[in-house]
């Protein structure tokens, strides 16, 4: 199969600034360490026998590997609920860019939502890149796919980038691992950004059809003979 067609996204950012702030990568780059230590095959005790793992999953990576990440852009210290960073501007630097690399919403602006907890703030991850999309398409900025493991949960927004791209977008988050104390690494994922083509879509309903029904049954059977065939035949290049 051939590429994907390749259509790019335009990032900016002060130019006093970059050389201090990590760029947004390709997701691609940015997989976890848990990730790429994945063994290819385990042990399924309830089969007895070796099977096949996440890693081996085209529809799991292709989630994460899919679009940009946006970076953290300086280290965030954590000690008992309360938040810090160092940020040395550099000198005569004025802007309307925030020096910190989070901020916070009033409970109060999600009371009502599941995102609500007493007492405490809703977290804004303050991003320093103005990001321009083509013509015709919206960006879906979201929490980094199957990404868990992260202490906080992006919330999740679609922006029509394409018209909108004279200021950043930042990322509203809630801090669910509460006994998290020490650092959360510059650099790391804060929101995963989805290139979206917009198009009107409607839905249709059909029943199986006896062709379709025969269909289903041959391929129920091949994937049980050969469980790689959606990943060599029937996958199409994102990249």
């Not at 089969?47 to 899919?66: E, H, N, R």
């Not at 960073?85 to 009371?111: K, L, M, R, T």
């Not at 919330?155 to 018209?163: A, E, K, P, Q």
């Not at 200021?167 to 690494?185: E, K, M």
Request: aromatic letters at 12%; hydrophobic letters at 35%.
């Amino acid at each position: 199969m051939g590429h994907a067609n390749q259509l790019a996204l335009t990032f900016r950012c002060p130019t006093e600034l970059e050389s201090l702030i990590p760029r947004p990568i390709p997701a691609v780059l940015g997989l976890p360490d848990w990730y790429k230590a994945l063994p290819q095959k385990a042990f399924n005790t309830t089969l007895g026998d070796d099977t096949q793992t996440m890693k081996k999953c085209p529809p799991f990576i292709d989630a994460m590997t899919y679009g940009f990440l946006i970076p953290l852009a300086m280290d965030l210290i954590v000690r008992d609920g309360e938040f810090t960073w160092s940020f040395d501007a550099p000198n005569g630097f004025v802007s309307e860019y925030s020096h910190s690399p989070i901020s916070f919403h009033d409970p109060s602006q999600v009371a009502g939502t599941p995102f609500f907890d007493e007492d405490r703030f809703l977290i804004k991850f303050n991003n320093f890149w103005i990001i321009e999309a083509p013509p015709g398409y919206s960006l879906l900025f979201t929490h980094p796919l199957n990404r868990p493991d992260l202490p906080f949960t992006t919330i999740t927004g679609l922006v029509d980038s394409d018209t909108f791209h004279d200021s950043p977008i930042h990322f509203p988050a809630r801090w669910h691992d509460t006994a998290f104390n020490g650092v959360l690494p510059k650099g790391t994922p804060v929101a995963q950004c989805l290139p979206v083509k917009r198009e009107s879509w409607t839905d249709r309903f059909e029943g199986l059809s006896s062709e379709a029904t025969k269909r289903l049954i041959e391929m129920k059977e091949t994937l049980g003979l050969n469980p790689d065939i959606y990943r060599r035949e029937f996958r199409v290049p994102k990249r």
